[in-house]
């Protein structure tokens, strides 16, 4: 099933962290199901907290469905990824759940030290953190390159400026029919 890779990594981050164990445990013999666009993961929590692949008859306490862009969201705001799911079911577990994942953090350092040694996972940390901080910085600058072109050279689309310009001259022309529109109604009334 390919849902054990998914739960061994959490039970892995869970194992390190023993105040989201105990959240868990309070709920332990439960079933949760979260589905995303892609399928499903449903699981059990056990006893010490950790969780383990529930089997398709077991009924379902929780049922967490993600939006379509969860993995995206994962990455980049993990707190509109909570706020976008719909729960049915119980909404206790569903609670415990979502400041679990919300608040669970990996220490990727303490486990490449075991492998690399301390300072080699130190300076690897260093580099990777760095390496997603210039491709974070490229990939924008990228964009506001094509925006650039797009705007400034082809003029395939409006500036903001021309946009703001634009509302500006609607909204003035609104104001101005109110207003003539009020004189002619007081006008009429005059007859």
Sequence with gaps: MWSRPPLAVINHVLTGEDWARARLAAFSGQTARVQFSSGQLRFTI??????????AASPVAVSIRLPDDAPVRALSNRSSLFSAATIAGSVDLAEALAFVFRNLRWDAEHDLSQVLGDIVA???????????????????????????YLTEEEKAIAPRRDVDAF?????????????????????ELLR
């Design 167 to 187: 509302c500006a001259g609607v909204d003035a022309l609104r104001d101005d029919l109110a207003r003539v529109e009020k004189r002619l109604g007081r006008m």
């Design 122 to 148: 130190r300076r690897a940390l260093r580099l990777a953190s760095g390496l997603a901080r210039w491709h974070g910085r490229s990939a924008r600058n990228l964009a506001f390159g094509i925006a650039e």
């Design 46 to 55: 056990l006893e010490s907290g950790l969780l383990a692949a529930a089997d």
